[in-house]
């Protein structure tokens, strides 16, 4: 599935399988890159980017702000579900 910018979604964390974050979708990451090289402007103060790997991954992916802990996420994208449809006015 692909997601868009404001996309609400949710995974869990791999750590802590218990653990569901919920966020949304704030930058989406091309194919082959890092999400410090889409950086897309000013990120709030205390507010830092969290991930598990250093290898770029091979298909589009998502950096999700979860508004509970101010955090920036990289998650998996097969680990994703999107809990609010957008809606068409």
């Known amino acids: 599935m692909t ?3 404001d996309d609400k979604v949710e995974w869990q964390n791999g750590r802590t ?7 949304t979708v ?5 194919a082959g890159a890092m999400p410090y090289e889409v950086a897309w402007g000013d990120v709030p103060d205390g507010v830092r980017l969290v ?4 290898v770029p991954r091979n298909h589009e992916s998502y950096i999700v ?3 509970r802990t101010k955090r920036l996420y990289w998650p998996r994208v097969g680990g994703l579900r999107q809990v609010e449809k957008w809606k068409i006015n």
């Open 3 to 5: 997601y868009r910018l």
């Open 65 to 67: 702000y979860d508004e």
């Open 51 to 54: 991930y598990d790997t250093a």
């Open 17 to 23: 399988a218990s653990y569901r974050h919920v966020g």
């Open 26 to 30: 704030v930058c989406v990451v091309p």
